[in-house]
T-cell receptor, first 112, second 116 residues
Framework: GENVEQHPSTLSVQEGDSAVIKCTYS??????FPWYKQELGKGPQLIID?????GEKKDQRIAVTLNKTAKHFSLHITETQPEDSAVYFC???????????FGPGTRLSVLP | NAGVMQNPRHLVRRRGQEARLRCSPM?????VYWYRQLPEEGLKFMVY????????ESGMPKERFSAEFPKEGPSILRIQQVVRGDSAAYFC??????????????FGPGTRLTVT
């Protein structure tokens, strides 16, 4: 089955700097890759996603890149703010209704 | 449009009791997923349901755990004879599952189960 790895497990950046979180997946059939932000005591919130027919997607300060050949995808957050501090999870799934396989998470701390 | 709703938010049970967790999907969504999250860990898939059907229960323990999504009412995850190892946060997600796209899953706030 699918296995998703995520690095780093913790990341501290200064406010205004960029943060990059990387994930790798094992099943080449996976073709949908969402990213979730989870704040303490809350449920995961979908922040951006990418499908396998796209190499890059951007939404304001957040971008995701996908390299299908290497089977890895990355989350990029620019101009970080303290409210970006949270745990971020990547996930992978095949099309149409397959459950998500999540990475173990990255705890991001943005220092003011 | 209300989001995914889960109740209770916190549930305390003694060993051997039953736990019932409820999930109401977003309006218009007919697909529900249950995930479990242990402290400091990622989410692990448990079960995927459509109305009146279990589509995939490969992540759910064979004993003591069951799930349903009736024609009317919320989806329910039921844990019988709870043990301390069942203590975790249980999240429900719903999806529109439309033919064109619709892979997105939207999560509820979770139920935090504590077994004493």
């Amino acid at each position: 089955g699918e296995n998703v790895e995520q690095h780093p497990s913790t990341l501290s950046v200064q406010e205004g700097d960029s943060a990059v979180i990387k994930c790798t997946y094992s099943d080449s059939a996976s073709n949908y890759f969402p990213w979730y932000k989870q704040e303490l005591g809350k449920g995961p919130q979908l922040i951006i996603d990418i499908r396998s027919n796209v190499g890059e997607k951007k939404d304001q300060r957040i971008a995701v890149t996908l390299n299908k050949t290497a089977k890895h995808f990355s989350l990029h957050i620019t101009e970080t703010q303290p409210e970006d501090s949270a745990v971020y999870f990547c996930a992978a799934s095949m099309h149409y209704g397959q459950n998500f396989v999540f990475g173990p998470g990255t705890r991001l701390s943005v220092l003011p | 449009n209300a989001g995914v709703m889960q109740n209770p938010r916190h549930l305390v049970r003694r060993r051997g009791q039953e736990a019932r967790l409820r999930c109401s999907p977003m309006k218009g969504h007919s697909h529900v997923y249950w995930y479990r999250q242990l402290p400091e860990e990622g989410l692990k898939f448990m079960v995927y349901l459509q109305k009146e059907n279990i589509i995939d229960e490969s992540g759910m323990p064979k004993e003591r755990f069951s799930a349903e999504f009736p024609k009317e009412g919320p989806s329910i995850l039921r844990i019988q004879q709870v043990v301390r190892g069942d203590s975790a946060a249980y999240f429900c997600a719903s999806s529109p599952r439309q033919v064109a796209g619709g892979d997105e899953q939207y999560f509820g706030p979770g139920t935090r189960l504590t077994v004493t």
